[in-house]
């Protein structure tokens, strides 16, 4: 079984006040983390690598 991670927006200023949680292997929530940060908060295609770099190394261990 892959181990679990998080990241969770209600951590981090947003103008939406954003309260997602993404949970999952660190891949997923490294891509999910990606595309809600993109969709929603408006990151650019040239900030991928780095803003992927920051949510991998940031994601916590996520409680089955």
């Known amino acids: 079984m892959a181990k679990r991670v998080k990241v969770d927006c209600r951590k981090y200023p947003s103008e939406q006040g ?4 993404i949970a999952g ?7 999910l ?4 940060a993109k969709m929603h ?6 900030e991928e690598k ?4 920051w949510i991998r190394t ?5 409680a089955d």
């Open 58 to 62: 940031n994601a916590e261990p996520a």
């Open 41 to 46: 908060h408006a990151h650019k295609d040239g």
């Open 18 to 21: 954003c309260t997602v949680t």
């Open 50 to 53: 780095d803003l992927k770099n």
């Open 25 to 31: 292997s660190v891949d997923e929530v490294v891509e």
């Open 33 to 36: 983390g990606w595309l809600h």
